[in-house]
């Protein structure tokens, strides 16, 4: 089955910096990527996600990349907020389920 | 917020019992997926159910259950409770490759 590894599993940044996490899977046949955001006592909330037809994806300050060959891929975070602290966590798609990487906690010092 | 619902937000039980989770989709959706996420870690799915019928598994035990109803709400059925059955009990609903989380059911068994 699928196995998805995430790095780092904490991340502490001051604000205004970038923030990179950086997960890799293993089964080629994934081709959905998500990224969820989970801040303390709530639901993993979606913020971006990716398909395997696209290398790389912006949403404003947030954006992924993914490299096939190597099966990785990237969240970045531009010009961090105190309200970006929270566990992120990347995800891939084989078929119906999600296989979930470890998670990162990132904080942002302000 | 998405428009996933779970009942109850919290819940109380000893070893051995049996406990019925429950989770109404988004409007729209015909699949619903249930992960189990334990303190510290990513979810890990259970199963996922599409139009009521049960369409993948993860490695969870037969003890594990779920039902999906016609208007595609669901339920997650756990007999014999362990200890390490504690956990947050997530449910996602989806209509295609994104799931959208509910604000789960956290379990604790004493």
């Known amino acids: 089955g699928e196995n998805v590894e995430q790095h780092p599993s904490t991340l502490s940044v001051q604000e205004g910096d970038s923030a990179v996490i950086k997960c890799t899977y293993s089964?080629?046949?994934?081709?959905?990527f998500p990224w969820y955001k989970q801040e303390l006592g709530k639901r993993p909330q979606l913020i971006i996600d990716?398909?395997?037809?696209?290398g790389e994806k912006k949403d404003q300050r947030i954006a992924v990349t993914l490299n096939k060959t190597a099966k990785h891929f990237s969240l970045h975070i531009t010009e961090t907020q105190p309200e970006d602290s929270a566990v992120y966590f990347c995800?891939?798609?084989?078929?119906?389920?999600?296989?979930f990487g470890g998670g990162t906690r990132v904080l942002v010092k302000p | 917020e998405t428009g996933v619902t779970q009942s109850p937000t919290h819940l109380i039980k000893t070893r051995g019992q049996q406990v019925t989770l429950r989770c109404s989709s988004q409007?729209?959706?015909?699949?619903v997926s249930w992960y189990q996420q334990a303190l510290g870690q990513g979810p890990q799915f259970i199963f996922q159910?599409?139009?009521?019928?049960?369409?993948g598994r993860g490695n969870f035990p037969p003890r594990f259950s779920g039902l999906q109803f016609p208007n595609y709400s669901s339920e997650l059925n756990v007999n014999a409770l362990e200890l390490d059955d504690s956990a947050l009990y997530l449910c996602?609903?989806?209509?295609?490759?994104?799931?959208?989380f509910g604000p789960g059911t956290r379990l604790l068994v004493l």
């Open positions: 995800a891939a798609s084989e078929g119906n389920k999600l296989t």
């Open positions: 996602a609903s989806s209509q295609g490759e994104t799931q959208y």
């Open positions: 089964d080629s046949a994934s081709n959905y």
């Open positions: 409007s729209g959706h015909n699949t």
């Open positions: 990716i398909r395997s037809n696209v």
């Open positions: 159910y599409y139009r009521e019928e049960e369409n």
